[in-house]
Every structure is written in structure tokens, then in C-alpha cells.
Nanobody
Framework: QVQLVESGGGLVQAGGSLRLSCTVS????????MGWFRQAPGKEREFVAA?????HVTDYAHSVKGRFTISRDNNLYLQMNNLKPEDTAVYYC?????????????????WGQGTQVTVSS
């Protein structure tokens, strides 16, 4: 089993930055690909970024590429710069049962409870 706890969300003005963290505990996180997803009110959960089990391959949604950076050690991080109001959402971290990055939510076995990010204009 893997337990995930997100932190670092909050309220920030447009153009500001936040760093999200995901504390990973349990045996299943080591060497597994991990990702960040987000869900805005009334919308489906969407892919934000993913990183491979070895940490050498990353993938980003077009909407965040160049502004967000995913990284990992035993835990998972998302550095978010130049935030926009459309980035407002609950952000979730997730862990796969495999080493390769994926964009589909159903490819991820474990999920955190989420952390709210609100960007004001």
C-alpha cells in the first residue's frame, strides 16, 4: 500500500509561485512513476505532469509546460511559476504501479486527498 499526502497549496496572485509537495509512504512508491493531476469545479480531473520511476523522463500538459516543474526524490514535488487564474483547482498527486509516465487517471493506482490552489486575478 502507498499513502500520499499533498501540501503547499494556498491562495496566490496571478504571476506568483507555489511549490506543492506530496509525501509518499509505503512500499509501492519506490521506483514507480508519479504524477500530478488537478480538478477544477465542474470539470473532470486532468493531467498536469508526470515523472518516471527513475526520475529521468518528465511529461507536461501543454497548458503548464514552461511554467511548472515536476521533481522527485522519495517524495514528489511540483514547482508552479507564473500562475494564472485558470490554474485554480484541487491538485492531486498519484502513483502508478509501473515505471513509465502516463497521462490517464486510470493508469494510477494510488491517490492523495488533494490540496487547493487558488489564483486570484
Amino acid at each position: 500500500q502507498v499513502q500520499l499526502v499533498e501540501s503547499g497549496g494556498g491562495l496566490v496572485q496571478a504571476g506568483g509561485s507555489l511549490r506543492l509537495s506530496c509525501t509518499v509512504s509505503g512500499r509501492g512508491g519506490v521506483g514507480a512513476a508519479m504524477g500530478w493531476f488537478r480538478q477544477a469545479p465542474g470539470k473532470e480531473r486532468e493531467f498536469v505532469a508526470a515523472i518516471s520511476g527513475g526520475g529521468h523522463v518528465t511529461d507536461y500538459a501543454h497548458s503548464v509546460k514552461g511554467r511548472f516543474t515536476i521533481s522527485r526524490d522519495n517524495n514528489l514535488y511540483l514547482q508552479m511559476n507564473n500562475l494564472k487564474p485558470e490554474d485554480t483547482a484541487v491538485y492531486y498527486c498519484a502513483v502508478r504501479q509501473g515505471q513509465l509516465t502516463e497521462r490517464q487517471t486510470e493508469k494510477y493506482a494510488y491517490w492523495g486527498q488533494g490540496t487547493q490552489v487558488t489564483v486570484s486575478s
